[in-house]
Nanobody, 124 residues
Framework: QVQLVESGGGLVQAGGSLRLSCAAS????????MGWFRQAPGKEREFVAS????????TYADSVKGRFTISRDNGKNSVYLQMDSLNTEDTAIYYC?????????????????WGQGTQVTVSS
């Protein structure tokens, strides 16, 4: 199992930006599609963004499209989520996830490994 550790969360005012990082361990990191999910209190975990093994293909939830950017650096075993124009609806715990296949996925069931999450709080 790949091990994932998220970082970069924090408190930011509406309209601000944060960049989340996910550091992965494992010799086969480049074989996995990667994704970001988030969960707010009282809500279901929801898809945010996903990226295929090479980084050539990405997809986003409609709610973050145009504001968030997912990227990866396989040489550094890392995946990132650049979050711009944040609003209070973005407040949640953000989780990095790794699939066992190389493609891009949007359903949590395809992701086999999960990080512990990092809190993002956006103030009004």
């Amino acid at each position: 199992q790949v091990q994932l550790v998220e970082s970069g969360g924090g408190l930011v005012q509406a309209g601000g930006s944060l960049r989340l990082s996910c550091a992965a361990s494992g010799r086969t990191f480049s074989s996995y599609g990667m994704g970001w999910f988030r969960q707010a209190p009282g809500k279901e975990r929801e898809f945010v963004a996903s990226i295929n093994w090479s980084g050539a293909i990405t997809t986003y939830a409609d709610s973050v499209k145009g504001r968030f950017t997912i990227s990866r650096d396989n040489g550094k075993n890392s995946v990132y989520l650049q979050m711009d124009s944040l609003n209070t609806e973005d407040t949640a715990i953000y989780y990095c996830a790794a699939a066992r296949e190389a493609g891009v996925f949007v359903t949590s069931g395809f992701f086999r490994s999960w990080g512990q999450g990092t809190q993002v709080t956006v103030s009004s």
